[in-house]
């Protein structure tokens, strides 16, 4: 009844949606910032601990959602692992492009390994109202690397 | 026999004949066709409304209560009379009693402004219930922020009915002035007990608003039998037009309370110093009323008397007999509310699916239901849901698409498996 939406519900994505990784609270972060999609009720915390040179030493979070979010957010706790600062903010904006319109065009290049993993949730562009569960994580991650108080919303 | 009942005094309710008037539901999605169980949140149109709707823009159309001319007169006497079928639809003693506003949600905006303000004293407490839509539950906590009205909430039981109890103890004091209560919850699906509502709260000196929203689209409403002072409906659910909605109040409630909105048509003589403010219900219709939206509620309100509320209320009843049945033998199912009275209208979740997940299967399959809170947050955390997928009925449901959904319910559990 539902094969055709396998595209995007692929394996990874009820995987990383019923098991999230990195799904956990994280002591003594560095960074920390909240996610809330309030038409969906999609809540998230995030927590970012940086190493001495200022790269994404751990990154974890924890929430509320759907499977694409969740999903979402475990990918990206696990891509953004080790990376720069900026390198976290460019894989952001590239993800935001991918999942807006299914594809990437700048993404060749240095970060071109971690977007092909991030490339399961590409199939999102074609469900409007799902585009913001899969970017919510992302906000997120922005706005902890910000720092700032307020809360993210990928509305 | 799918989805045709015979009610009493009515001929057959012909449902297929029924979705025949409703242009869209012969639409496809995706290449299925649409079944669409969205209702609560907007119902479809018939052909009925769409026309005269239509007929009135090009034959009849301009502004109303102002021009000495052939056009204006009768659009005058199009939109005067939308306001005498509403208040024959309510059973209103009095046409004046009708006040046009933009939705329910001006509706009760409007009270909670005009009575809440001018009427309510700041002490006084207004009551209402833990399973509101947010127009009946921001308006008064705007109220209270505003005016220093105190705000009550009753409590809901685990079975999605209003604890009367609870509404007893907390009209006991007498500080109530208004109790303001859904006549059926958009999310359980409830019909509250109004009439007894009414008595308990004229018991204790406090008025009863009733928010019909979803009530006046499923069964016969009759405002002196239910003895209710404020009742409010919309246009857009009862398969008219968006932009219209409908207060109904008691004419010496109308008269005590103060304008709301300021502006052309809601007065009766202006100078630069003041204003005196026209009779009910002028005096709540300021600016150019939606005229047109006027007309397309008249047409709904003939669509649906003209198949009866009765046999309506008929058929919707065994559809929830047969959702009850269907979607109860859902493996992993939880339906939210399990009211005695109740229409069609259901908040479920799946034990292993999000409800955005199961709402982007099930339009997949051709099958639109709403997902989220449905605006009713307070609601969703006292049954410590997150959140929930609501299918709700309307006159053109059938047996068929509830048994359809009920199948792909099953096998989205399966492929979330």
Same mark, same amino acid.
């Given at each position: 009844m539902f094969d055709d939406l396998r595209d995007l519900y692929q394996e990874v994505i009820l995987d990383h949606g019923r098991k999230p990784r990195n799904f956990r609270r994280l002591e003594e972060a560095d960074r920390e910032g909240r996610g809330d999609n309030p038409m969906c009720g999609d809540r998230m915390q995030l927590w970012v601990k940086l190493a001495p040179?200022?790269?994404?030493?751990d990154v974890a979070f924890q929430g509320k959602g759907c499977a694409i979010s969740m999903a979402s957010a475990s990918l990206m706790t696990e891509t953004v692992r080790g990376k720069t600062q900026e390198e976290a903010r460019a894989l952001a904006e590239k993800f935001r492009e991918l999942a807006m319109t299914g594809t990437c065009p700048d993404c060749g290049g240095a970060l071109e390994d971690e977007m092909e993993r991030l490339q399961a949730l590409g199939g999102v562009h074609e469900f409007p109202s799902r585009v913001k569960c899969a970017t919510l994580a992302w906000h997120t991650l922005n706005a902890a690397l910000d720092n700032a108080d307020k809360e993210a919303s990928s509305e | 026999m799918d989805g045709v009942v015979a009610p009493r005094g009515q001929g057959a309710f012909d449902v297929a004949r029924i979705r025949? *008037?409703?242009?869209?539901?012969?639409e496809k999605v995706r290449g299925k066709d649409l079944v669409f169980l969205d209702s609560g949140a907007s119902a479809q149109k018939p052909r009925a409304v769409i026309q005269a709707m239509t007929r009135m823009m090009e034959k009849a159309y301009a502004n109303v209560h102002r021009g000495a001319y052939h056009l204006s007169e009768s659009a005058t006497e199009a939109y005067e009379g939308a306001r005498r079928a509403v208040a024959g639809f309510l059973n209103a003693? *009095?046409?004046?009693e009708i006040v046009f506003t933009g939705s329910s949600t001006a509706a009760i905006n409007l009270v909670a402004h005009s009575y809440g303000r001018g009427v309510l004293k700041a002490g006084q407490a207004v009551l209402i219930s833990e399973m509101e839509h947010h127009a009946n539950l921001v308006p008064w906590q705007m109220l209270k922020a505003a005016h220093g009205t105190e705000l009550r909430v009753a409590r809901v039981t685990d079975a999605g009915e209003l604890d009367l109890e609870d509404v007893a103890a907390k009209l006991a *004091?007498?500080?109530?002035?208004l109790m303001a209560v859904t006549h059926m919850s958009n999310v359980l699906g409830t019909v509250t007990p109004a009439a007894r509502l009414a008595e308990m709260a004229h018991a204790h000196g406090a008025k009863l608003l009733l928010d019909?929203?979803?009530?006046a689209v499923h069964r016969r409403v009759d405002v002196q039998a239910l003895g209710c002072d404020f009742y409010v409906f919309t246009g857009h659910k009862l398969y008219g037009p968006t932009g219209i909605g409908v207060l109904w109040a008691r004419m010496e409630l109308l008269e005590a309370m103060p304008p709301f909105l300021g502006g052309g048509d809601m007065i009766s003589e202006v100078t630069l110093e003041g204003f005196l403010p026209a009779p009910v219900p002028a005096k709540f219709e300021a600016g150019t009323p939606p005229i047109i939206e006027a007309v397309g509620l008249h047409a709904a309100i003939d669509y649906v008397q003209g198949i009866g509320m009765e046999a309506i209320e008929a058929h919707e009843r065994h559809l929830v007999d047969r959702a009850m049945t269907r979607l109860s033998a859902v493996e992993g199912l939880t339906l939210i509310g399990h009211a005695q009275d109740r229409g069609g209208v259901f908040a479920f979740a799946l034990d292993n699916a999000h409800a955005h997940d199961l709402a982007t299967l099930l339009d997949r399959v051709g099958i639109a239901v709403r997902s989220g809170r449905h605006c009713a947050e307070p609601l969703h955390a006292r049954f410590n849901v997150e959140s929930t997928c609501r299918a709700s009925f309307g006159l053109y449901t059938t047996e068929g698409e509830v048994d359809y959904l009920a199948e792909a319910l099953g096998k989205a559990r399966e492929f979330f498996r």
């Amino acid at each position: 009844m539902f094969d055709d939406l396998r595209d995007l519900y692929q394996e990874v994505i009820l995987d990383h949606g019923r098991k999230p990784r990195n799904f956990r609270r994280l002591e003594e972060a560095d960074r920390e910032g909240r996610g809330d999609n309030p038409m969906c009720g999609d809540r998230m915390q995030l927590w970012v601990k940086l190493a001495p040179d200022g790269r994404l030493a751990d990154v974890a979070f924890q929430g509320k959602g759907c499977a694409i979010s969740m999903a979402s957010a475990s990918l990206m706790t696990e891509t953004v692992r080790g990376k720069t600062q900026e390198e976290a903010r460019a894989l952001a904006e590239k993800f935001r492009e991918l999942a807006m319109t299914g594809t990437c065009p700048d993404c060749g290049g240095a970060l071109e390994d971690e977007m092909e993993r991030l490339q399961a949730l590409g199939g999102v562009h074609e469900f409007p109202s799902r585009v913001k569960c899969a970017t919510l994580a992302w906000h997120t991650l922005n706005a902890a690397l910000d720092n700032a108080d307020k809360e993210a919303s990928s509305e | 026999m799918d989805g045709v009942v015979a009610p009493r005094g009515q001929g057959a309710f012909d449902v297929a004949r029924i979705r025949q *008037d409703f242009p869209i539901l012969s639409e496809k999605v995706r290449g299925k066709d649409l079944v669409f169980l969205d209702s609560g949140a907007s119902a479809q149109k018939p052909r009925a409304v769409i026309q005269a709707m239509t007929r009135m823009m090009e034959k009849a159309y301009a502004n109303v209560h102002r021009g000495a001319y052939h056009l204006s007169e009768s659009a005058t006497e199009a939109y005067e009379g939308a306001r005498r079928a509403v208040a024959g639809f309510l059973n209103a003693a *009095d046409e004046r009693e009708i006040v046009f506003t933009g939705s329910s949600t001006a509706a009760i905006n409007l009270v909670a402004h005009s009575y809440g303000r001018g009427v309510l004293k700041a002490g006084q407490a207004v009551l209402i219930s833990e399973m509101e839509h947010h127009a009946n539950l921001v308006p008064w906590q705007m109220l209270k922020a505003a005016h220093g009205t105190e705000l009550r909430v009753a409590r809901v039981t685990d079975a999605g009915e209003l604890d009367l109890e609870d509404v007893a103890a907390k009209l006991a *004091d007498g500080k109530v002035g208004l109790m303001a209560v859904t006549h059926m919850s958009n999310v359980l699906g409830t019909v509250t007990p109004a009439a007894r509502l009414a008595e308990m709260a004229h018991a204790h000196g406090a008025k009863l608003l009733l928010d019909g929203s979803q009530a006046a689209v499923h069964r016969r409403v009759d405002v002196q039998a239910l003895g209710c002072d404020f009742y409010v409906f919309t246009g857009h659910k009862l398969y008219g037009p968006t932009g219209i909605g409908v207060l109904w109040a008691r004419m010496e409630l109308l008269e005590a309370m103060p304008p709301f909105l300021g502006g052309g048509d809601m007065i009766s003589e202006v100078t630069l110093e003041g204003f005196l403010p026209a009779p009910v219900p002028a005096k709540f219709e300021a600016g150019t009323p939606p005229i047109i939206e006027a007309v397309g509620l008249h047409a709904a309100i003939d669509y649906v008397q003209g198949i009866g509320m009765e046999a309506i209320e008929a058929h919707e009843r065994h559809l929830v007999d047969r959702a009850m049945t269907r979607l109860s033998a859902v493996e992993g199912l939880t339906l939210i509310g399990h009211a005695q009275d109740r229409g069609g209208v259901f908040a479920f979740a799946l034990d292993n699916a999000h409800a955005h997940d199961l709402a982007t299967l099930l339009d997949r399959v051709g099958i639109a239901v709403r997902s989220g809170r449905h605006c009713a947050e307070p609601l969703h955390a006292r049954f410590n849901v997150e959140s929930t997928c609501r299918a709700s009925f309307g006159l053109y449901t059938t047996e068929g698409e509830v048994d359809y959904l009920a199948e792909a319910l099953g096998k989205a559990r399966e492929f979330f498996r």
